[in-house]
T-cell receptor, first 114, second 111 residues
Framework: EPEVTQTPSHQVTQMGQEVILRCVPISNHLYFYWYRQILGQKVEFLVSFYNNEISEKSEIFDDQFSVERPDGSNFTLKIRSTKLEDSAMYFC????????????FGSGTQLSVL | DAKTTQPNSMESNEEEPVHLPCNHSTISGTDYIHWYRQLPSQGPEYVIHGLTSNVNNRMASLAIAEDRKSSTLILHRATLRDAAVYYCLYDSGAGSYQLTFGKGTKLSVIP
């Protein structure tokens, strides 16, 4: 079965540094998403992306965050200046169509900000 | 905050059916009900979704109350691999996908 691939699986960075988390969604999918899960807490929606633009974003997704689909296969989340509270597991997801179709999640990137 | 209410945890014996309940009393008529699960150290995994009628797939069945204020996820024969946190969610089906995950139900399967 096709999978959403995320790299790296773990990322350690210093506070204030920029990080880029990478995702390869399933090839024929049209909708892309980022979620995050702080250790021991709920999975939280960050942003959804369709037709090369953001379609929805949460309050968490402030000006420090950006997303991009630089080519036909990758989908990236950039955090411009990381903070300690950005430490979390970040999940990329994709779906062939919008709601209510099912989302396919990747295994996540564990981001640790020191 | 989560708009659904689920038990914090449940236990089941292996190879027995499991009924996972969910209350969603504020659901509107066009909101779809979704179930996802999260195995340890993995991303959420889609289980099933439905609107009004009961739904079946190879993983599970979804029984939706007539008033749609509650639903039950049914695993017909629990296996050790089904041990996970199960999330019940709903969305507006408006074209994008801002799912709101709650705390879910942690299912333990006893061999």
């Amino acid at each position: 079965e096709p999978e959403v691939t995320q790299t790296p699986s773990h990322q350690v960075t210093q506070m204030g540094q920029e990080v880029i988390l990478r995702c390869v969604p399933i090839s024929n999918h049209l909708y892309f998403y980022w979620y995050r899960q702080i250790l021991g807490q709920k999975v939280e929606f960050l942003v959804s992306f369709y037709n090369n633009e953001i379609s929805e974003k949460s309050e968490i997704f402030d000006d420090q965050f950006s997303v991009e689909r630089p080519d036909g296969s990758n989908f990236t989340l950039k955090i411009r200046s990381t903070k300690l509270e950005d430490s979390a597991m970040y999940f990329c997801a994709s779906s062939p169509q919008g709601a209510p179709e099912k989302l396919f999640f990747g295994s996540g990137t564990q981001l640790s900000v020191l | 905050d989560a708009k659904t209410t689920q038990p914090n945890s449940m236990e089941s014996n292996e190879e027995e059916p499991v009924h996972l309940p969910c209350n969603h009393s504020t659901i509107s008529g066009t909101d779809y009900i979704h179930w996802y699960r999260q195995l340890p150290s993995q991303g959420p995994e889609y289980v099933i979704h439905g609107l009004t009628s009961n739904v079946n797939n190879r993983m599970a069945s979804l029984a939706i109350a007539e008033d749609r204020k509650s639903s039950t996820l049914i695993l017909h024969r629990a296996t050790l691999r089904d041990a996970a946190v199960y999330y019940c969610l709903y969305d507006s089906g408006a074209g994008s996908y801002q799912l709101t995950f709650g705390k879910g139900t942690k299912l333990s399967v006893i061999p």
